[in-house]
Nanobody, 124 residues
Framework: QVTLVESGGGLVQAGGSLRLACAAS?????????SGWFRQAPGKEREFVAG???????SYADSVKGRFTVSRDNAKNMVYLQMNSLKPEDTAVYYC?????????????????WGQGTQVTVSL
């Protein structure tokens, strides 16, 4: 079983950048077919943001494409989410998660392990 811990959230002005990190312990990200980033804003459902599979192929939600970049460092057992050109609508709690399947990777139900989340707040 893997334990995931996110870090790097905070308060940033619109147009700014943040880099989120997800550290795994107990197992490695390479043990899972897919590693994903999701976010949940108050009153909204958890939504897929970005994902990277075991072959390092990345995928993005349309709302963040061109602004966010997901990456992994197998040597450090870390997954990152670089967020640029942040907008107030990006405000949410961001979660890191892992899945044993590459199928349906935008569906939160396919991810078995989740971190505790890190708050990202983007002000005007």
């Amino acid at each position: 079983q893997v334990t995931l811990v996110e870090s790097g959230g905070g308060l940033v002005q619109a147009g700014g950048s943040l880099r989120l990190a997800c550290a795994a312990s107990g197992r490695t990200f390479s043990d899972y077919a897919m590693s994903g980033w999701f976010r949940q804003a108050p009153g909204k459902e958890r939504e897929f943001v970005a994902g990277i599979n075991i072959y390092s192929t990345d995928s993005y939600a349309d709302s963040v494409k061109g602004r966010f970049t997901v990456s992994r460092d197998n040597a450090k057992n870390m997954v990152y989410l670089q967020m640029n050109s942040l907008k107030p609508e990006d405000t949410a709690v961001y979660y890191c998660a892992t899945s044993r399947t590459r199928s349906w990777y935008t569906d939160a139900k396919t991810y078995a392990y989740w971190g505790q989340g890190t708050q990202v707040t983007v002000s005007l």
